[in-house]
């Protein structure tokens, strides 16, 4: 017999639901809806009124090359800290989870970076990677004009990347290290007698049966990078020099919070919310094959 | 027994809480939100418990929001929710949203309605100039104000035999190379990131007597454009400035690099910057021990006659949604800070200049410039009155998206100074980019008249 707990009603189950259901009506289709209708409008900042535009604030945002610019920007980005924050991340799960001096400590230590604000971290890397008064400044007096992230765009656009990356390594080293420590001890010994060392038994069996968290987190991270990414920006560089770091996240937040361009801003969100929704659905539909959840 | 001593207690202590309302009842509380943070939010703070202590009908309850964006927004949500402050700070950059918005309840209207009378005349040009409409009238009180000045080191000028400060740029750039000489690695600081373009720009236009836009420079109507890009005295200026930047005449310092160009002043590192009279006290707090210095007006361009600069900082604007009482305590307040009293302290513990006539007056009559931490700040009014309210010059820049326009020309001099882009191309481009904002703006408040 089988036992479990069901509702007899769907009503039941609705009231149950609701408070949630309530909270994501308020804090997300609410405001999305919001942003939906200025987009198709411009929206007087003050509240005085506005006027039906149509298309035309996206026809405007997707025939400038500048836009353009901040989309392909925001993929760099995106594809290159997400790749970052995955691989180190398990690089340390995996010397973690082989117990080696200290992973006690370890364990904890690594989860830190998660736990500081985005412009506290700015802050700390700016001073970090400064060309003339920080710590990377010493690379500077050894091959001068080597590093400047103020003045190289590419310099830049690598300094806001490690930043973000440094972040989600503490985030990623979690569900990693959980993970492999969820794999049965048994699977791992009988590997280790069938005469498989360490780098392979990482190859053969750990990876394989990483797939669901290495696919939740890839989902996650370049979710994450195309939305988090602002804090950091907006103290370290402010989306410069030249437009070197501007990325759709901070345009974004400088029309629409400083610019007051409340519907440009609306605009370039639904962008956002589509590329991202577009990146998740290929995700899935394209990678999740290979995931293997059990 | 016990019972009746608990009902005298009741009884007394339901008497100080009935009283205790009832006290505070009597004041009227307004809000104040603020922009400034830091030393300032503590210096605004101050003035207004100097209010509250200086009559007993009124309470001021004044809260610095960190940052003047983050004030308009805050100022902005709470009056979309019906909760706003009485008088809100908005920066020059934010008064024309603000003048558009149709929130507030104008500054010589409410002055007048509560019976005060006030001297408009008072106000240097250069300030009510910039805050009042096309057709001079004042909707909101001018009140933390400065302009650019240019810092100048006196040792190092006098290693190269000059004990003035350069009056034209011709004379600045060989300055400039006379401190590069004398091996002084860094003669001129400056940053073109995107708040610090305004000296580059705006100020050289104004000094220059040259406009931004058409319709001097938007007072007129939201159909202005830009044509800095067709100025060639604007054109040239920022050639010489690369070629500055390229010979290492002129180095970008901020705080990407790791020390801004205040920073680098105040250390000694750097022997020129030019940035607004509001940084003078804080140069002298944090100079470097010994460092001998000096502020003079902006230089002129070539031939141009100099004209007068524009002001920056902050008005304070009266909301509409509010009752007549609480528009008699914001009169009161205005009324309080106007004392050239007021604005001796004012400009003693912060940097800012006194905005009236009579405040300047008084600070000259006690004295104030006389002194070495303040000697040099009545420059920054004489820059902001060369020309007379008469001229017929812009007195400002009333450009909509005023901070996205500024990020534009960033963008465009930093193309040219770190990707070595053409100058007139970038310049044009930038303009043409804030153009397209202009209509923006334009479009978005069609329904409404430019007052």
Not at chain 1, 18 to 30: A, C, G, K, R
Not at chain 2, 77 to 96: E, H, M, Y
Not at chain 2, 381 to 387: A, E, H
Request: with cysteine.
């Amino acid at each position: 017999m089988e036992k479990r707990v069901t509702f007899s009603s769907t009503t039941v189950g609705l009231l149950f639901a609701l408070p949630m259901l309530l909270l994501i009506f308020v804090f997300f289709y609410w405001p999305s809806a919001q942003a939906v209708y200025w987009a198709f409008t411009l929206e007087q900042p003050w509240g005085g009124g506005n006027a039906w535009v149509g298309f035309d604030n996206f026809r405007q945002l997707l025939s400038d090359p500048v836009y353009w610019g901040a989309i392909s920007r925001s993929l760099v980005f995106a594809l290159s800290s997400t790749a970052i924050a995955m691989g180190m991340a398990l690089i340390l799960a995996l010397l973690t989870d082989r117990e080696m001096r200290g992973h006690k400590i370890y364990r904890s230590v690594f989860i830190w970076p998660y736990a500081i604000a985005a412009p506290a971290l700015g802050l700390a890397f700016r001073f970090i990677l400064a060309p003339e008064a920080g710590l990377l400044s010493i690379i500077n007096q050894v091959w001068p004009g080597l590093w400047n992230p103020a003045l190289d765009g590419k310099d830049a656009m690598i300094a806001v990347i490690v930043a973000f990356s440094w972040k989600y390594i503490g985030y990623n080293f979690i569900f990693f290290l959980s993970a492999l420590q969820g794999i049965p001890r048994s699977l791992t010994e009988a590997a280790a007698m069938d005469g498989s060392g360490p780098l392979r038994r990482i190859f053969d069996m750990q990876l394989p049966l990483l797939t669901p968290t290495l696919f939740f987190l890839l989902v996650i991270n370049i979710t994450e990078s195309f939305q988090d990414s602002f804090g950091i920006v907006d103290v370290m560089t402010q989306g410069g020099p030249a437009r070197a770091t501007e990325l759709m996240v901070y345009k974004i937040y400088f029309d629409g919070f400083k610019g007051l361009d409340y519907s440009g801003a609306a605009a370039q969100s639904i962008i956002l919310m589509l590329l991202v929704i577009l990146l998740t659905i290929f995700q899935f539909r394209f990678i999740e094959r290979r995931v293997h959840y059990k | 027994m016990q019972a009746k001593l608990l009902g005298a207690v009741g009884a007394l202590l339901a008497t100080a809480f009935l009283a205790g309302p009832a006290a505070a009842a009597d004041k009227t509380k307004i809000d104040f939100w603020f922009g400034n943070s830091g030393d300032i939010a503590k210096r605004v703070q101050e003035q207004c418990d100097r209010f509250n202590q200086s009559q007993a009908d009124y309470e001021v309850v004044c809260t610095s929001q960190g940052s003047y964006d983050a004030s308009l927004q805050n100022t902005i949500a709470a009056f979309r929710a019906g909760k706003q402050p009485t008088i809100a700070q908005v920066s020059d950059a934010g008064t024309l949203d603000v003048m558009l918005s149709g929130a507030y309840y104008p500054a010589n209207k409410l002055m007048k309605d509560m019976g005060y009378d006030i001297n408009w005349n008072d106000y240097f040009s250069g300030i009510s100039g910039y805050y009042a409409t096309s057709k001079g009238e004042m909707y909101s009180f001018p009140f933390n104000s400065s302009t650019a000045l240019l810092y100048w080191n006196k040792d190092s000028f006098a290693k190269i035999g000059k004990d003035h400060a350069p009056a034209t740029w011709q004379e600045a750039a060989e300055d400039f190379k006379k401190l590069k000489d004398a091996g002084y690695a860094c003669p001129l600081a400056f940053d073109i990131s995107n708040n610090e373009v305004w000296q580059y720009i705006e100020q050289f236009e104004a000094v220059n007597g040259e406009p931004i836009a058409t319709k001097k420079n938007g007072f007129e109507g939201l159909d202005a454009e830009l044509i800095y890009n067709k100025n060639p005295l604007l054109v040239s200026f920022v050639k010489d400035l690369k070629s500055w930047y390229d010979n290492k005449l002129a180095v970008i310092k901020n705080k990407a690099v790791g020390q801004t160009f205040i920073e680098a002043f105040a250390a000694g590192d750097c022997q020129v910057i030019l940035t607004s009279v509001g940084d003078h006290g804080n140069i002298g707090r944090t100079a470097k021990e010994g460092l001998n210095w000096a502020v003079s007006m902006l230089p002129t361009y070539g031939d141009a006659k100099r004209h007068s600069s524009y002001v920056g900082g902050a008005s304070l604007w009266v909301l509409k949604g509010h009752s007549e009482a609480e528009y008699k305590a914001a009169a009161s307040f205005f009324n309080f800070i106007a004392k050239p009293e007021e604005a001796l302290t004012w400009s003693t513990v912060t940097g800012y200049i006194p905005v009236r006539n009579s405040g300047f007056e008084y600070l000259k009559s006690q004295g104030f410039y006389d002194k070495a931490p303040y000697a040099g700040r009545e420059l920054a009014i004489q820059s902001l009155t060369v020309t007379p309210l008469s001229d017929p010059g812009p007195k400002g820049v009333r450009l909509g998206g005023l901070l996205q326009i500024r990020t534009e020309i960033a963008n465009g001099l930093q193309a040219i100074f770190i990707n070595n882009a053409d100058v007139q191309a970038s310049l044009d481009t930038a303009a043409e980019r804030g153009n397209q904002i202009l209509r923006r703006f334009q479009q978005t408040y069609k329904n409404v008249q430019l007052p």
